[in-house]
């Protein structure tokens, strides 16, 4: 459960301001499912819950409608946002390419030091899985992709991919909770650190393009199910 915003980390990170740090603690919130989907937000409740005052939420809530992870109506305040099976279908279509060319842009460009680094990455995403905490894994699991990603070393890239990101974070925490498909993500992750290591872009990006796509095809069925069941 978020608790409220520690002073001394705000004080170490005086380059972000207030509004962006509670961004990421509601944002959080959203994506382990402490609120709800379609979960209308309590901003009186939230700012106790934060200490904070209503003007950094709603400065932050502004930043999560841009994201679609909330939607802000009118003399109603805000909800969090439904994801459709379409909208996750469509943001995974353009993440997987993005994601192939950075892997194939990254197992050229990166330095030894960095693909040291990613590997160092890996052994604590496996080591999460062992242990079977899912906060820790998906932090990793989020670091890695970005990592690949600014490996790339094409700016455009980066952008174009964080814009996306944010919008099917929810859906890829979700993922974790399939323990077939947390299973079969490790392995990808694996076979994907060893291609880049042999520099092996072609593979890589192979690797990562079908890890993302069977991500994106498990979570469109999921969702096409639950509707179904919801009728």
């Keep these: 459960m978020a608790t409220a915003i520690n002073t001394l980390g705000r004080n170490s990170l005086r380059r972000r301001s207030l509004h962006e740090e509670v961004a990421d603690c509601v944002r ?3 994506i382990e499912g ?39 109506e009118p003399n109603r305040g805000a909800r969090v946002s439904t994801i459709t099976p379409e909208e996750i279908r469509e943001h995974f279509e353009v993440i997987c390419s993005l994601e192939r060319r950075a892997a194939e842009l990254a197992a050229l460009r990166a330095t030894e030091a960095e693909l040291t680094r990613l590997g160092q990455l890996q052994d604590k995403l496996e080591q999460y899985h062992q242990e079977q905490d899912k906060h820790q894994y998906f ?6 992709h ?9 700016e455009t890239l980066t952008q174009l991919h964080h814009q996306l990101m944010n919008r099917v974070s929810r859906g ?11 299973e079969e993500s490790v392995a990808e992750h694996r076979a994907l650190l060893e291609a880049l290591q ?6 890589a990006g192979r690797i990562l393009a079908e890890h ?5 095809d ?14």
């Design 218 to 231: 498990l979570l469109v069925r999921e969702l096409e199910d639950k509707q179904q069941r919801l009728g």
């Design 212 to 216: 993302v796509m069977h991500t994106g």
């Design 34 to 72: 402490e609120l709800k989907e379609g979960e209308r937000i309590n901003e009186p409740a939230l700012c106790k819950q934060l200490d904070i005052s209503r003007t950094p939420l709603r400065e932050a809530l502004k930043v999560l409608n841009s994201e679609g992870m909330v939607t802000i």
């Design 146 to 154: 970005r990592l690949i990603i600014e490996l790339a070393g094409n």
């Design 172 to 182: 890829r925490y979700l993922a974790i909770g399939f323990h077939h498909r947390w």
């Design 198 to 203: 042999a520099r092996d872009g072609e593979r």
């Design 139 to 144: 932090e990793i699991n989020q670091h890695i």
């Design 28 to 30: 959080t919130m959203i």
